[in-house]
């Protein structure tokens, strides 16, 4: 099993920055790759970024939102980051970290195999 524990979400004027963490514990060797997801109320759950926990070290993005999203880990605090710029009140939702085995789909929530509990954003305009 893998634990999930997000942190660094908060209330943040817009124009703002936050970093966000997820920190792994337990079988930290049994997956290939970390996400970020976001989710507002009443709606669907959305794939943010994802970074590869091998020696690549490969980033991935959601297309609409290159530019202002920054993943990147710690392999020594078994740590992944995601670093959010200019934020605008629709960045607001819960930032959820995932854990997976394997690569493909790396957008597609349900092929994550270990979800944290989420983290709250709310971006005032």
């Known amino acids: 099993q893998v634990q999930l524990v997000e942190s660094g979400g908060g209330l943040v004027q817009a124009g703002g920055s936050l970093r966000l963490s997820c920190a792994a514990s337990?079988?930290?060797?049994?997956?290939?790759?970390v996400g970020w997801f976001r989710q507002a109320p009443g709606k669907e759950r959305r794939f943010v970024a994802a970074?590869?926990?091998?020696?690549?070290?490969?980033?991935y993005y959601a297309e609409s939102l290159k530019g202002r999203f920054t993943i990147s880990r710690d392999n020594a605090k078994n740590t992944t980051y995601l670093q959010i710029h200019s934020l605008v009140p629709e960045d607001t939702a819960s930032y959820l970290c995932?854990?997976?085995?394997?690569?493909?789909?790396?957008?597609?929530?349900?092929?994550?195999?270990?979800w944290g509990q989420g983290t709250q954003v709310t971006v005032s305009s």
């Open positions: 995932a854990a997976r085995r394997g690569r493909a789909g790396i957008g597609v929530a349900s092929n994550y195999n270990y």
């Open positions: 337990g079988r930290t060797f049994s997956y290939d790759a």
């Open positions: 970074i590869s926990w091998r020696s690549d070290a490969s980033v």
